[in-house]
């Protein structure tokens, strides 16, 4: 029987958003998961086979919204991609899932051990799982053999059914700005320890997040100092420097 593996981590509780309520007809709201347009359309079935109201829509941050929960699904194919694109946009998605809700998640389908085998591979994967879950975002993994499996539909039930009844569903919010510098910042910014000051020293000596993932780590130590520079290092990196 595939392996559900719950890793769950307490998050900041603080983070705004802006809400959502369907009506059904008779006065009173029903909470819709919404779920984003790129998703295979055989999820959303069965998840509404499950009772779930289910809206496809497209989505700036996030696969699944619903409550004070925002989901990130993706295979350990589709993770390991997002780890050695050129732009990691593994940190853009998970810089974003955190600003966007008070309670996120990654689930990693697929998540075959055999591929762990290797300690190249593995110490990629199991470090930057690590690094999310510094970041406050729960980590879930299923060993399904494919994706959109009988054991995410169950597990996205009982999350659903189990979430908290009094919060609205939450749609991400509008980007901070368009401007790239700014998108830059808010994303150092969410790496914990890192604030506003050393975020703007760390852009005055990187243009981008490709040009700060090969800096050295003298150079980023120089910057924001040993126990700051750890941290942006594990999250960039995946392992300790």
Known sequence: MPEVVINELSSDSSTPVSLVENGNGNGSSVRVMIMDSHEPKDIAEKLRQKGIPVSVEFLS???YIFSNIGIERKTLTDLWGSITSKDKRIWRQMFELKRNFERPFLIVESFNFAYLRDPS???????????IALLGINVITIASKMGGSKEFIDFMNYLYFSADKT?????????????PKDIFRDSLCMVPQIGPVTARKLMARFRSFEALCVASQEDLSSLCGRTKYQMLWRILHGENP
């Open 61 to 63: 941050s996030g696969d």
């Open 167 to 179: 919060k609205k569903t939450s749609r991400p919010l509008p980007k901070k700005s368009a401007n």
């Open 121 to 131: 591979y593995s110490k990629q994967i199991w470090g930057t799982l690590a690094s």
